[in-house]
């Protein structure tokens, strides 16, 4: 059993729903999970079978929503050691725009140069399409899952 830690970046809700589908399929796997919907450094915890999962959406011109900001600044002015960290990362835009998921490229990009190691392809759901996220995103989960060996 894995725990697994869901920091989520939301503007309209769209990206906590979609986190409350991914740690519901985590749980039913046998992980445990915990979401912060006002997500900060502190909510990151590096140990044994503890990953991070990031779901964020896109908001205004590439901008992070108002809610995981702090978490953007704290990585900045503290600077984290995140050596070790396994984390995945789903985003959430709209491909009409030029800064389609630039969100979660831009958190992906800082936690990776704070030590943190992304596991598998990060995942741009784009909204203006008829699929469902939650049926992109737990495909895209399950294949990061066991590609990553994390079981059950």
Wanted: hydrophobic letters at 40%.
């Amino acid at each position: 059993m894995s725990h697994f830690t869901l920091l989520v970046g939301s503007t309209l809700g769209y990206a906590e729903d979609l986190a409350e589908v991914l740690a519901g399929i985590l749980a039913s796997r046998g992980h445990q999970t915990v979401i912060h919907t006002s997500p900060q450094v502190d909510h990151i915890l590096i140990g044994p079978d503890h990953y991070l999962l990031l779901v964020c959406s896109t908001h205004g011109a590439g901008d992070l929503p108002d809610n995981i900001q702090p978490l953007s600044r704290q990585l900045q002015e503290q600077q984290p050691d995140l050596g070790g960290l396994p984390f995945l990362a789903v985003g959430l835009g709209d491909s009409s725009y030029d800064t389609f998921c630039q969100a979660i490229r831009s958190l992906d990009q800082q936690l990776r140069d704070r030590g943190a190691e992304r596991v598998g392809d990060r995942l741009e759901i784009d909204v203006s399409q008829p699929d469902l996220p939650e049926i992109l995103a737990s495909a895209w989960l399950d294949q990061q899952l066991q590609a990553a060996g994390i079981h059950p």
